[in-house]
């Protein structure tokens, strides 16, 4: 499925053509989007169709297209605090773009079939956290990934705020889905589909990670990395200093040139002249100096300065030993 929207030549235009055609419809969702770059999740032989609004399979790797998951993102109404449970979890991605929307104190797990597919989505979220430009901006809740059926889940887990069931299940399950929510809940599943069936043909309990109470540890973590984040805030407002945002994105801009002319037939001779206009009264000095201003500009506009990390900048002034500085980065490479 997809193709309902044009493709992209980055992850930011995939996303504008995504909101104007009404698919991405609120802020959180749109800035979820635009922090994970979709090609991130791709083999590199096949990252040039990442921006397209196609799903992408390889062997067991499975994408769904961007206007269904966005579709999905906006359908589950998610908040702050919330648990959330991925069912065919897939790489990851989905869970991930969830994960900066729920925050440091929600709920981030998926069930996954195949275990090389875990594997898969273990990396790319490794990739994200230690690598992306986006991460400092949000707070983040981290996904847990397990490996089993999601027709097999124990009775005795935990009930969730949101559901989603990217694999296909049949209408006899919705009601066992169902169970799976918590009173108020959201479900959001295809239907009337093939149910998935485990490996091994084996019926097989899947555990789920427990509800675990954070470390005080990483509690002081979370208020910390806030404190700063709100000092720069404040920064900025007084204009004394820098926000978390990064420099503006480059808009492209699509120049279409025309070149008018007039065909004048003359005893089967053809003469062709440029239709004169208000702007070829000028002098011939003015005609080749707005092409040297274009040029001019251009640099400017396909060279943005690179963003820069205030988060991490901050972190790194302040008097305390490099380990703990580390421990509040994240271990982020960057």
């Known amino acids: ?117 875990i594997e898969y989505a273990k990396q790319k979220l490794d990739f994200f956290i230690r690598t992306s430009d986006s991460f400092d901006k949000f707070d983040f809740c981290e996904p847990s990934f397990v490996t089993g059926n999601c027709l097999e ?17 049949q209408k006899e399950h919705e009601e066992y889905m169902k169970s799976l929510l918590k009173v108020g809940g959201i479900l959001v599943m295809p239907l009337e589909e093939k149910p998935c069936h485990s490996e091994s043909g084996k019926s097989r309990l899947v555990q789920l990670p427990p509800l675990a109470v954070r470390s005080l540890q990483d509690l002081a973590r979370i208020a910390i990395r806030g404190a700063i984040k709100k000092v720069i805030r404040q920064e900025t407002a007084s204009g004394s200093g820098h926000g978390l945002k990064g420099t503006p994105r480059a808009k492209r801009r699509r120049v279409r040139r025309r070149r008018m002319e007039t065909i004048v037939f003359l005893d089967k001779e053809v003469f062709a002249s440029r239709i004169s206009s208000p702007s070829d009264d000028n002098s011939c000095e003015d005609l080749e100096e707005e092409p ?29 030993p490099d380990p703990l500085k580390y421990y509040l980065l994240y271990y982020r490479e960057k």
């Open 1 to 117: 499925m997809g193709g309902a929207v044009s493709a992209g030549e980055d992850n930011d235009e995939l996303v504008d053509n995504l909101k104007e055609a009404q698919y991405i419809r609120t802020a959180p969702v749109e800035q979820a989007f635009r922090a994970i770059d979709r090609a991130d999740y791709y083999l590199e032989e096949f990252k040039e169709n990442a921006y397209k609004d196609l799903a992408w399979k390889h062997g067991n790797i499975h994408l769904s297209a961007p206007c269904i998951y966005s579709e999905v993102m906006e359908a589950l109404d998610l908040q702050p605090g919330l648990s959330f449970l991925n069912l065919g979890s897939g790489t990851g991605y989905l869970s991930s773009m969830v994960g900066l929307i729920l925050g440091p104190f929600g709920v981030n797990h998926g069930v996954e079939l195949h275990s090389d597919v």
């Open 153 to 169: 889940i124990s009775p005795d887990c935990s009930q969730y705020d949101r559901v989603y069931c990217g694999a296909g299940v």
């Open 292 to 320: 040297r201003r274009e040029e001019d500009r251009a640099p400017l506009e396909a060279k943005p300065a690179p963003p820069v990390n205030f988060l991490r900048e901050k972190v790194l002034s302040l008097p305390l």
